[in-house]
């Protein structure tokens, strides 16, 4: 019988250290807990406003009173957003628990201000995962938005948070920045990071009150709009649609896209493609002491929609949409490039490529990026564009009919 | 049996005047009379203590004996007294004569004392004294009632055998021989229990079994000093007392003739207890307990599939309550944000933490179950449906438990049911209260421990010294081709089907 004391005494022994292991000693209750969905960063004078949107659980429940708001914002002022975070006890019963964050919003002043004072906390804090995204609110409050009351979710921070995943999938001018990304970048050499804006249009007083939910047509929407461009951790600019559109292409995130361009041969009207695969290249060079970068993209797609009435099938006409499109993507990009050096932030990570390739030169060169970025650096951009299928009809019904 | 463990002693006591009774009888004496008065008298003048006396010639009269409802009356009329008083011999009638000439049934012997022949009148035997002559035949017709050979209970199957075993030891063990007509089957039996002297036969095929395992449950059987043996797990108990402690079952029982035939193939010894329809075998791995006989009836590939999910039900059995006690107190982190969303507004407004909620419809569930099991058959209905209502919904509806953890206990209830051996689901049961203990003091860590120290014991045991783990770990790897997955009949030959031999 021995051994089986021994592998009791053990099993106890084992028990035992759990109950030295305090961090193992956490355990809350569901219903004493508050699930924060997003979180929003404002700047007020020298403090941090920092609101929160926290499920109501009761209004998710099968017997949910249709009066109570889904969600419950709490705002607090204080200098660092952790002590704001902790000071919400004063108003809820129950502890913000901020592991289920999905979405960030800083407001404008934040962002220009720089961001890494409330990211430090966001990092520190271990129980948070570094899976939510983030975005600059546009010319409103991060506050109006946490408290926006959003038409197709229940959940406003859910609504937003899918909305961003989706639309930087099938429409690229948005960037659906992870926080793990920008941490990276923040601290990589050679490039640097961006955010996507997040505007409210529309009555936004309206917006953050039920009432926006109760029309077909909301009083408030929000709006991915643009993406932010940042040196280090401060917001210095925005790109337009266009622009942001060639910053996706160029850093690999167009997944899926809609380009739009004028018909060929001076076609009245407009066609557009639906982007299926696109693939950008960067190949450093230097010329004549000079950094070079080529940027090569190669993409497919199909036809999505044609307004001119042209034959599809002539393989000379097919040529020229394919050139027409790939210039019309050719000047998005080099718009989006030209911007960036205008704000002189490689945003692109062109810098990277160099630091690569090319790594005795970028030591001399790490220095005076910024500068570099603005002025000498050479950037050459080919746009392919490949249209593959037109779609389940070949010719626009005009053409088949005139034949 | 608890209840009787106070009059033991005395029970001892009676044990030892019956014994000393029966030496007391001494010697058969010549005159009829005296021995039919002696029997009777020790039998207590029983009101089924039958005494027939017949003059089966002019100087020679004989009694016959036995105990109403032990014997088969019609043999005993057709082939003994029928034979008896039909028979024409005048002079020098003997015993031995009787016994070679005149009865008619297949098993007749001496007496070897008096006290022989009255100890077999309780085993359903006919005894025949003769005047004059010190000594009395046997004569075997035991025959009883007895229910006829029907379907499984207790682990039906869809396709293969139906029929199961009685509560009679010999229609078992022809029902196992008539599976394998084999001359290396074996069958011996013995006697235990000091008062019910219940049969036991030990059944294996000689050159497949290790003789070793025989041998020793020869010895530990014999060994058995107890008064009654109603079942298998009287012997069970009896014989795994000296042997490490554990709560997981280490003989499997089956009321099924295909898998004790299976078994003694496969070199286990299959152990008969007279009066129950449940037969052991040992050893028995935990594989074992995870195979129906039915996985061999249907097609390897389903078989296989069904095995896995047997281990996943055994998982959920296990440890179901536990993570989703351990995930909703300790790691809501970890569950997806939509479900958590969903589970908070479940939990909103119950009054109790996650584990008393667990405990109290784990507690009820089980409280149905053993409901169910006890009550006559026809009331079952009720019960069910009352639980149905008060589990189901009448605790979420008030707002007691929520709608969450009812899946859970449910889910965890039906998977308890898949283990096809009843034997163990019941330690499966008991740990998974200990692993919800663990899961609300130290979340999934507890969990993590349970499970290592779960491991450490299982891999610790042995049946009858083979590793109870195996062929898992030790990994064998031809055995283990049956152990969790089932393949096909052609890749293995029934020797090495076994989890149990590997004497190579």
């Known amino acids: 019988m021995n051994k089986y004391c021994k ?25 004493d807990l508050s699930i924060v969905l997003a979180l929003g960063v404002d700047k007020v004078g020298n403090e941090y406003e920092v609101s929160v949107q926290a499920i109501d659980p009761s209004s998710m429940s099968r017997n949910r009173s249709t009066n109570r708001a889904p969600t419950t914002v709490f705002s607090e002022r204080e200098p660092t957003v952790f002590e704001a975070l902790r000071k919400m006890t004063t108003k809820s019963p129950r502890r913000m628990y901020v592991s289920h964050l999905r979405f960030i919003v800083f407001d404008e002043a934040t962002a220009r201000e720089g961001i890494h004072n409330p990211l430090d906390f966001l990092f520190r804090e271990q129980e948070i995962r570094p899976d939510f995204n983030m975005a600059v609110a546009k010319d409103c409050k991060a506050k109006d938005i946490i408290g926006f009351v959003s038409p197709t979710e229940v959940l406003p921070g859910m609504d937003m948070y899918k909305s961003l995943k989706i639309s930087q999938r099938v429409w690229s001018p948005t960037s659906a920045v992870n926080v793990r990304e920008i941490m990276s970048k923040l601290v990589m050499e050679g490039v640097e990071p961006v955010l996507t804006g997040l505007a409210l249009h529309g009555d936004i007083k309206q917006g953050g009150t039920s009432e926006n939910v109760k029309k077909p047509v909301p ?20 790109m337009n649609e266009d622009e942001s559109r060639g910053y996706s292409y160029i850093t690999n995130n167009a997944k899926s896209s809609v380009a739009r ?26 010329k004549n002491d000079r950094p070079h970068i080529k940027v090569r993209v190669q993409s497919q797609g199909n036809i999505g929609e044609v307004q001119c009435a042209v034959d599809l099938m002539d393989p000379e006409m097919h040529r020229k949409f394919q050139e027409t499109i790939s210039n019309k993507l050719n000047v998005a990009l080099d718009g989006s490039v030209k911007r960036a050096k205008e704000y002189g932030v490689d945003v692109f990570g062109f810098g990277e490529a160099f630091h690569r390739k090319y790594p005795k030169h970028w030591r001399e060169w790490k220095g005076r990026w910024g500068e570099m970025f603005k002025n000498e650096l050479v950037v050459d951009i080919q746009v392919e564009f490949q249209i593959l299928l037109h779609g389940k009809i070949n010719n626009p019904f005009t053409v088949e009919q005139s034949k | 049996m608890d209840r009787q463990q106070p009059q033991h002693h005395i029970q001892i006591q009676s044990e030892r005047e019956q014994s000393d009774q029966l030496k007391n009888v001494g010697e058969f004496r010549s005159a009829l009379k005296d021995n039919v008065n002696t029997i009777s008298k020790i039998l207590g003048s029983s009101s089924d203590l039958i005494v027939r006396e017949l003059s089966i010639s002019d100087h020679s009269k004989v009694a016959l004996l036995y105990l109403d409802g032990m014997i088969d009356l019609k043999t005993a009329q057709d082939s003994v007294i029928g034979p008896l008083l039909n028979q024409s011999q005048e002079e020098e009638i003997t015993l031995d004569y009787l016994a070679n000439r005149v009865i008619e049934t297949g098993e007749v012997s001496t007496a070897n004392s008096f006290s022989e022949a009255i100890e077999q009148i309780v085993f359903g035997s006919l005894i025949l004294l003769m005047e004059g002559e010190q000594g009395a035949l046997i004569i075997s017709i035991a025959e009883w009632e007895d229910r006829t050979v029907m379907e499984s209970k207790a682990q039906p199957a869809v396709r293969g055998p139906q029929n199961s075993f009685t509560e009679k030891l010999r229609t078992n063990t022809t029902l196992v021989r008539r599976k394998v007509k084999d001359t290396r089957v074996r069958l011996d039996s013995l006697f235990v229990g000091n008062f019910t002297k219940t049969e036991i036969a030990l059944m294996y095929m000689d050159g497949v079994v290790d003789n070793k395992i025989v041998k020793e449950l020869h010895q530990s059987l014999k060994s058995i000093n107890k008064d009654q043996i109603l079942e ?10 000296n042997k490490q402690f554990t709560i997981f079952p280490r003989f499997y029982n089956t009321d099924r003739p ?45 078989s296989s599939l069904i095995r896995v999910l ?66 006559p058959r026809t009331i079952g209905q009720a019960v069910s ?11 979420v509806e008030a707002g007691i438990v929520s709608a969450a953890m009812v899946i859970v206990v449910a889910i965890t209830a039906i998977s308890s049911f898949v283990i096809p051996a009843y034997n163990l689901a019941i330690p499966i ?38 590793p109870y783990m195996g062929p898992i770990a030790p990994y064998r790897k031809r055995a283990a081709r049956d152990a969790i997955l089932r393949f096909p009949f052609r890749s293995r030959d029934v020797k090495q089907m076994s989890g149990t031999e590997n004497q190579e």
């Open chain 2, 429 to 466: 049961r008991i740990v998974r209260f200990i692993f919800m203990l663990l899961a609300t003091t130290f979340g999934s860590y507890g969990i993590t421990i349970g499970w290592v120290l779960l491991l450490i014991h299982l891999c610790h045991l042995n049946s009858f010294g083979v």
């Open chain 2, 310 to 375: 047997r281990y996943f039900s055994l998982c959920i059995c296990l440890f179901a309550p536990s993570i989703y006690i351990a995930l909703t107190t300790f790691h809501q982190d970890m569950i997806p944000t939509h479900l958590l969303i969903s589970i908070a507004g479940q939990r909103e407004g119950t009054p109790f933490p996650a584990f008393i909620e667990a405990l109290i419809m784990e507690v009820t569930f089980e409280i149905l179950r053993e409901a169910g099991i006890r009550m």
């Open chain 2, 385 to 395: 449906i009352v639980g149905t209502i008060v589990i189901g919904q009448a605790a």
């Open chain 2, 232 to 241: 298998g797990e009287y012997i069970e108990e009896i014989i795994l007392s």
């Open chain 2, 258 to 302: 295909d898998t004790v035939a299976a078994g003694i193939l496969e070199g286990r010894i299959a152990i008969f207890i007279e009066g129950t329809p449940f037969a052991l075998l040992a050893p028995s791995l935990f594989v074992d307990f995870l195979q129906s006989a039915e996985d061999y009836y249907q097609s390897y590939l389903y």
């Open chain 1, 219 to 238: 009083l408030a929407n929000y709006v991915y709009e643009g993406i932010g461009v940042f040196k280090d951790d401060k917001l210095i600019g925005w």
């Open chain 1, 7 to 31: 592998i009791f005494s053990c099993g106890c022994l084992l028990i035992i250290t759990a109950l030295m292991l305090s961090g193992c000693w956490n355990r809350n209750e569901l219903i």
């Open chain 1, 261 to 286: 361009a004028k018909c060929p041969d001076g076609g009245k009207g407009w066609f557009n493609v639906e982007l299926i695969r696109s693939k950008a290249k960067i190949e450093p060079s230097i």
